[in-house]
C-alpha cells in the first residue's frame, strides 16, 4: 500500500508541475482574461431541473446536505492543494451524476469558486438530459479527434461550465487510458483555471471505464443507494478506487427514510 501512495504522490506531483509550467506566475485567476469568459452559455430552465431532482441551484433546505458535502470536500481539497475529484458509483442507478451536478451548482454559489464538470460515463452520458439543454455537445468526439476546442464546454452562470456529450462511445476504456487525452485534460484545466474539477465517471464494477482514468485525479467520492448497493458491492468498489486515488468517503442516496432528528433543518434568520 505505502507503494502504491509513493506512485500516486509521484504522479500527482509531476502533474503540478507540468500545469505549472503551462501557467507561469500563477497567482490569483483573472475573470476577464483566458477562455473562461468566452464560453457560450447554456439556458437552464429551473423547472426541468427540479423536476431531475437537481435541487443545489438555489441555497435552501433542499440544497442544504449538497452545501454540507460542498464545505467538507472545499476544506480537504485545499488542504491538500487538490482540485480534480472523480464522482462514481459501485453500479448503476446509484445516482451518482445526479449528485455530481448538485454538488457543482452548490459549489457555484460560492463567488470566488469556479468549477467545472466533466462527463467522463461515455456509455451512458446523461447530463445533457438531465440539464435541459440542446443535444449538440461532443466533448467526448473532441477528445477521440486530440483537438482542444472550447465550443464544446459551455458556461451556466459566472462560476460554473459543463463539458456533456450527447452521443455514447463505444469502448470508452481506451479513450479515456490515452497519454493524448491526460495531455488535453492537463491543456484544458490549466487554460479554464477551475478551482474544481468534477469528474463523472462510470460506475466501478461494470466496466474499466472509470479505473482506466483514475490515476489523473486527486481524489474519489463514491455514491452508493440505500436498499440497492450491497455492503459487497461497496467494500469492492473501495478497495478498487483506495488502490489508484485517495478515496473521500461515502455519499449514501436515495436514503427515503430519515429519523426525525437527521432531516431537520436549521431556521433562516430574520
Known sequence: MER?????????????RKLQGTNPGTGKKSTETGPWPGLAELKLNPGHLERNRVVALHPGPNASSFDVMRTNLLRTLRTNGWTRVAITSP????????????????????ADTRVLVVELDLRHPSLIRMLGVGADQNFAGMLAEGRIDYSQIRRAGPNLAFALSALPKENPAELLSAARTADMID??????RPDVVLFDLSPVLVSDDAI??????????M?????????????KCGKDLAKRTQVLGVVLNKCRY??????????EQD
Open 223 to 235: 455514491v452508493a443507494a440505500a436498499d440497492e448497493s450491497t455492503v459487497s458491492e461497496i467494500d
Open 4 to 16: 502504491i501512495q509513493s506512485a500516486l504522490a509521484k504522479a500527482r506531483s509531476a502533474r503540478d
Open 91 to 110: 453500479t448503476p442507478g446509484c445516482g451518482k451524476s445526479t449528485v455530481a451536478v448538485n454538488l457543482a451548482f452548490s459549489l457555484s454559489r460560492l
Open 258 to 267: 430519515m429519523e426525525q432528528e437527521e432531516s431537520l433543518t436549521y431556521p
Open 212 to 221: 482506466s482514468f483514475l490515476d489523473q485525479v486527486d481524489c474519489a467520492l
Open 187 to 192: 491543456e484544458i484545466e490549466a487554460q479554464l
